[in-house]
């Protein structure tokens, strides 16, 4: 493919080459690059992959790719970038979960033992207690704003003067998380 070198051109377009595999040389729509690998001839194509870069506040203001944008960090920030977020939980992939069948993207928390406070001990019975607390799931989304606002100065009301301001819009898709009630463990 011809490439532009004009600077418009570069600032939208970026092309990245990543090997994903070979072209048998049957395939009649790879253009091969003949090449000899231990005695045998071997092809791959010429053309791997072309990405278009764009701004993030492009991707934001689009409804499509703000929903994939959303969906992408959140499973980056609370599921190992191995599951997707539903309500306060990750829903992992099948393909992450240990040799236990325990989830591997969102592990369980393990419960914080301690000795209870509100019982004393005696020297046959000991009182432990145990917190199961879960960190809530969000993300933050932050998209700026350009706006053309009207400032006027109190003292001078005939003054009238038009700037542009950049203000920053901050959503927050938060969900609690579950709390439970502290439990009792005895043992004698």
Same mark, same amino acid.
């Given at each position: 493919?011809?490439?532009?070198?004009?600077?418009?051109?570069?600032?939208?377009?970026?092309?990245?080459?990543?090997?994903?595999?070979?072209?048998?040389?049957?395939?009649?729509?790879?253009?091969?690059?003949?090449?000899?690998?231990?005695?045998?001839?071997?092809?791959?194509?010429?053309?791997?992959?072309?990405?278009?870069?764009?701004?993030?506040?492009?991707?934001?203001?689009?409804?499509?790719?703000?929903?994939?944008? /959303? !969906?992408?960090?959140?499973?980056?920030?609370?599921? $190992?970038?191995?599951?997707?977020?539903?309500?306060?939980? @990750? =829903? %992992?992939?099948?393909?992450?979960?240990?040799?236990?069948?325990?989830?591997?993207?969102?592990?369980?928390?393990?419960?914080?033992?301690?000795?209870?406070?509100?019982?004393?001990?005696?020297?046959?019975?000991?009182?432990?207690?145990?917190?199961?607390?879960?960190?809530?799931?969000?993300?933050?989304?932050?998209?700026?704003?350009?706006? /053309? !606002?009207?400032?006027?100065?109190?003292?001078?009301? $005939?003054?009238?003067?038009?700037?542009?301001?950049?203000? @920053? =819009? %901050?959503?927050?898709?938060?969900?609690?998380?579950?709390?439970?009630?502290?439990?009792?463990?005895?043992?004698?």
């Amino acid at each position: 493919l011809p490439f532009n070198s004009s600077p418009k051109h570069r600032e939208t377009i970026s092309w990245s080459f990543v090997i994903q595999g070979q072209c048998p040389r049957s395939c009649h729509l790879c253009h091969m690059s003949p090449r000899v690998v231990q005695g045998r001839q071997r092809s791959e194509p010429v053309l791997l992959q072309i990405t278009k870069s764009a701004p993030i506040y492009e991707l934001v203001s689009n409804n499509e790719t703000y929903q994939a944008l /959303q !969906e992408a960090m959140m499973s980056m920030l609370w599921c $190992s970038c191995k599951g997707d977020v539903i309500d306060d939980w @990750c =829903r %992992c992939d099948s393909s992450a979960f240990g040799a236990d069948g325990l989830p591997t993207c969102a592990p369980l928390p393990q419960p914080m033992l301690k000795l209870s406070y509100t019982y004393e001990p005696s020297s046959s019975l000991v009182i432990m207690e145990w917190n199961h607390t879960e960190p809530p799931i969000g993300v933050r989304i932050v998209d700026y704003l350009i706006s /053309q !606002e009207k400032v006027t100065e109190r003292t001078d009301h $005939s003054k009238v003067e038009t700037g542009t301001s950049v203000s @920053c =819009r %901050c959503f927050w898709f938060i969900h609690a998380g579950s709390n439970h009630k502290p439990g009792s463990l005895s043992a004698t």
